[in-house]
């Protein structure tokens, strides 16, 4: 063995033993930026990474076998998976597989995607080997260019809202009329598009996410509720209010979820799951 080559090595052994694995997450969190379009390659990795911004973003009428509601991921995932505290795609490449606690086990990327299209779609899952399953992780992983690899981004997930605050949800109900059904529908039931589709999505009934979802939950749906609606003026309700229309909202009915009910095998259910 070279001198070279083991003095390298004593150096990543020493890197190991001072960064244990379930500390990836520590570091400070990556500043939120979105790679601009120009960016995309040519040839066929900037080809994939094209399909897979237009299945985000007309999902249910590119993938009919795989959506069973009225819905496109950018419904949830807004802007394309490109806008904080949105659910975005910036950064998410580089933190999966990773351990998510209702599943209780190791999830991978291609598991993340397909959780959503059976639960927040209503629909069936991709083949992991499919040329759109490979194009959406090509999306996801353009996006996440230049961050480094188990890092947190800035504006991950839903955003917060203060847990402890009860819902009312009398008063959701109220709120949901005045600040809401514009868009969504005195009964949850979305605006249609008259070309196809939907201008505002539903937001319950047949035509909206299932129980399974991680929107079906009073305070995963408060926080993007807090930090996105009504569209345009995020941040304009408070947690209270957030929170008082999301238990109003969740509650309303939906799809069901056989498989659900696996969900939280291994303990920690949050209170206000549906299942």
Same mark, same amino acid.
């Given at each position: ?6 003095? +390298?090595?004593?150096?990543?052994? &020493? ?6 694995? #379930? ?21 066929? $990795? ?27 991921? !950018?419904?949830?995932?807004? #802007? ?6 949105? +659910?975005?795609?910036?950064?998410? *490449? ?6 998510? @606690? ?15 299209? @059976? ?20 999306? &996801?992983? *353009? ?10 981004? $800035? ?7 203060? !847990?402890?605050? @009860?819902? /009312? ?12 059904? +514009? ?20 937001? *319950? ?27 345009? @003026? ?9 929170? /008082?229309?999301?238990?109003?909202? !969740? ?25």
């Amino acid at each position: 063995m070279s001198a070279s080559f083991r003095s +390298s090595a004593i150096r990543i052994l &020493m890197l190991l033993s001072v960064t244990p694995f #379930g500390s990836v997450h520590a570091a400070e969190p990556a500043p939120f930026k979105v790679p601009a379009e120009s960016t995309i390659p040519s040839g066929p $990795e900037g080809e994939a990474i094209k399909l897979g911004k237009a299945l985000i973003t007309d999902t249910r009428k590119l993938l009919p076998n795989n959506v069973g509601n009225g819905l496109n991921c !950018t419904n949830c995932h807004i #802007g394309a998976g490109t806008t904080a505290s949105a +659910s975005p795609y910036v950064g998410l *490449w580089g933190v999966f597989p990773e351990y998510r @606690q209702r599943s209780g086990t190791i999830d991978s990327l291609q598991e993340r995607v397909n959780d959503c299209f @059976q639960r927040s779609m209503n629909g069936k899952a991709l083949a992991y080997d499919s040329k759109e399953m490979n194009a959406i992780l090509m999306y &996801m992983q *353009w996006l996440s260019r230049g961050i480094p690899v188990s890092t947190e981004v $800035e504006g991950r997930g839903m955003g917060k809202v203060d !847990t402890a605050l @009860q819902p /009312d949800r009398a008063r959701g109900k109220q709120i949901y009329g005045e600040k809401c059904a +514009s868009c969504h529908g005195t009964n949850g039931e979305g605006t249609r598009n008259p070309a196809g589709g939907y201008l505002f999505p539903p937001v *319950w009934g047949n035509g909206s996410f299932n129980v399974g979802a991680g929107l079906a939950r009073t305070y995963t749906a408060a926080a993007f509720i807090k930090h996105n609606m009504p569209l345009g @003026q995020g941040g304009s309700l408070s947690d209270q209010d957030a929170i /008082d229309v999301a238990d109003f909202m !969740t509650h309303q009915p939906r799809p069901a979820y056989a498989a659900a009910r696996n969900d939280y095998a291994k303990g920690d259910k949050p209170r206000d799951a549906r299942n």
